[in-house]
Nanobody, 115 residues
Framework: QVQLVESGGGLVQAGGSLRLSCAAS????????MSWFRQAAGKQREFVAE???????DYADSVKGRFTISRDNAKSTVYLQMNRLKPEDTAVYYC?????????WGQGTQVTVSS
């Protein structure tokens, strides 16, 4: 099993920055993909960014050029640096880990961007 704990959310003004962290623990040897998703109130959960075990990265079009995903293998932590935040980025942000074909989720962290 894999446990994920997100942190770093909060309230920020439009144009500001936040860095989210996702600390992973458990059996990490088979985790081949780590991702961030977000879910705004009344909307479906959507993909934000992902990083594979071998370092391949992908982003949703809505965050390209503003968000950066990275990882620290020594700390088993994945980060999401969010710059030039917009009110439409307001959502609960979730970390996801793919352990083989099994998907694990964190509890989420709230990001609120005021205009």
């Amino acid at each position: 099993q894999v446990q994920l704990v997100e942190s770093g959310g909060g309230l920020v003004q439009a144009g500001g920055s936040l860095r989210l962290s996702c600390a992973a623990s458990g059996r990490l040897s088979r985790v081949n993909l780590m991702s961030w998703f977000r879910q705004a109130a009344g909307k479906q959960r959507e993909f934000v960014a992902e990083i594979t075990r071998d370092g391949r990265i992908d982003y949703a079009d809505s965050v390209k050029g503003r968000f950066t995903i990275s990882r620290d293998n020594a700390k088993s932590t994945v980060y999401l640096q969010m710059n030039r935040l917009k009110p439409e980025d307001t959502a609960v942000y979730y970390c996801n880990a793919m352990y083989g074909s099994i998907s694990y989720w964190g509890q989420g962290t709230q990001v609120t961007v005021s205009s």
